[in-house]
């Protein structure tokens, strides 16, 4: 079993899944294109969420496919876990709430553990290079 290998095709997952789910709500809705700024319309919250993800998702996979290729301590695979993990946790944040105009704490939650998991990501890889 390949741990960063699963973590990449789970933010791949998500980042092709929420496409498919704002066309669908695009269709849905009868948008062909844009959206509303209103914080409690599905599509804007949809469109936030999959353009949230395609913001981190590119370089989080590279820097977990990169430090796949060479054999990582515990805590870095753990970080490859977590970041998967907070990505999804913001998606719901985003999605699932009544608004985005409020403060919630799986948004909050998810960004914050995306921050820190990716930059243990940064070290690592830096590390890497170092000891190269």
Same mark, same amino acid.
């Given at each position: 079993?390949?741990?960063?290998?699963i973590?990449?095709?789970?933010?791949?997952?998500?980042?092709?899944?929420? @496409? +498919?789910?704002?066309?669908?709500?695009?269709?849905?809705?009868?948008?062909?294109?844009?959206?509303?700024?209103?914080?409690?319309?599905?599509?804007?919250?949809?469109?936030?969420?999959?353009?949230?993800?395609?913001?981190?998702?590119?370089?989080?996979?590279?820097?977990?496919?990169?430090?796949?290729?060479?054999? /990582?301590?515990?805590w870095?695979?753990?970080?490859?876990?977590?970041?998967? +993990?907070?990505?999804?946790?913001?998606?719901?944040?985003?999605?699932?709430?009544?608004?985005?105009?409020?403060?919630?704490?799986?948004? +909050?939650? @998810?960004?914050?553990?995306?921050?820190?998991?990716?930059f243990?990501?940064?070290?690592?890889?830096?590390? /890497?290079?170092?000891?190269?």
């Open positions: 079993m390949s741990i960063p290998l973590c990449i095709s789970l933010l791949a997952f998500l980042g092709i899944g929420l @496409g +498919f789910a704002v066309s669908l709500t695009r269709s849905k809705k009868e948008v062909l294109f844009g959206s509303s700024t209103d914080p409690e319309d599905i599509l804007y919250k949809m469109v936030r969420a999959h353009g949230n993800t395609v913001e981190y998702v590119p370089i989080l996979a590279l820097l977990i496919y990169i430090l796949s290729h060479f054999p /990582q301590s515990t870095v695979l753990w970080c490859m876990v977590l970041v998967t +993990f907070f990505r999804y946790l913001l998606v719901v944040g985003i999605i699932f709430p009544k608004t985005l105009a409020r403060p919630n704490p799986m948004r +909050f939650i @998810g960004a914050l553990g995306t921050y820190l998991a990716g243990g990501l940064c070290i690592a890889l830096l590390l /890497q290079a170092l000891s190269a």
